[in-house]
């Protein structure tokens, strides 16, 4: 499949530090990006979002990094703190099509 | 709270049998996404509706379909179900000319 992972990477982080999340997307065609927060059994919260035009968007605590030339995108959270905890998952799209293509996902675990 | 309302948000039913999942997007938002996400693995795309016309389809098997009503909202209907078929389904709504789409909860199937 697109997306599979029985084994999500995580991450762990003490609760102050920075977290960096890091995405490898697929499609060099992809000109538009999101990232979302999964906490357990609820759906995916939209953090922040960057298109292809830019390399980096700042949001609250967060900023969002992107490197067209490796299709790689990371996020940065800052201040980490417990309510941070969660599945972290990039997301891609293309111009011109309209099914946005998730990644495997990381887990992020912040250590009090 | 996204906006996006998912019902029901648990479901047990057993082997054989059909059920139906409903989606009410967020206001004024006319395009619709169905996603499955099984345990821990990532979020499969399987099938978007715009305005009531199918866009766009993903891993969607032919047991599954999907419409979207006159008032935007959408159903899904898994019929003949599998154990494989447990999973969270989600929606996703999305509004005219933006990129980000917003999910709802999410519907917990267990097939037993």
């Known amino acids: 499949g697109e997306n599979v992972g029985l084994h999500l990477p995580t991450l762990s982080v003490q609760e102050g530090d920075n977290s960096i999340i890091n995405c490898a997307y697929s499609?060099?065609?992809?000109?538009?990006f999101i990232w979302y927060k999964q906490e357990s059994g609820k759906g995916p919260q939209f953090i922040i979002d960057?298109?292809?035009?830019?390399d980096k968007r700042q949001g609250q605590r967060v900023t969002v990094l992107l490197n067209k030339t490796v299709k790689h995108l990371s996020l940065q959270i800052a201040a980490t703190q417990p309510g941070d905890s969660a599945v972290y998952f990039c997301a891609e799209k293309a111009s011109g099509t309209y099914k946005y293509i998730f990644g495997t996902g990381t887990r992020l675990k912040v250590l009090a | 709270d996204s906006g996006v309302t998912q019902t029901p948000k648990h479901l047990i039913t057993a082997t054989g049998q059909r059920v139906t999942l409903r989606c009410s997007p967020r206001?004024?938002?006319?395009?619709v996404y169905w996603y499955q996400q099984s345990l821990d693995q990532g979020l499969q795309f399987l099938i978007q509706?715009?305005?009531?016309?199918?866009?766009a389809k993903g891993n969607i098997l032919e047991r599954f379909s999907a419409q979207q009503f006159p008032d935007l909202h959408s159903e899904l209907n898994l019929s003949s179900l599998e154990l494989g078929d447990s999973a969270l389904y989600f929606c996703a709504s999305s509004a005219e000319g933006r990129n980000t789409i917003y999910f709802g909860e999410g519907s917990w199937l267990t097939v037993v």
């Open positions: 206001s004024g938002d006319l395009s």
């Open positions: 509706y715009y305005n009531g016309e199918e866009r």
């Open positions: 960057i298109r292809s035009n830019m």
């Open positions: 499609n060099s065609a992809s000109d538009y």
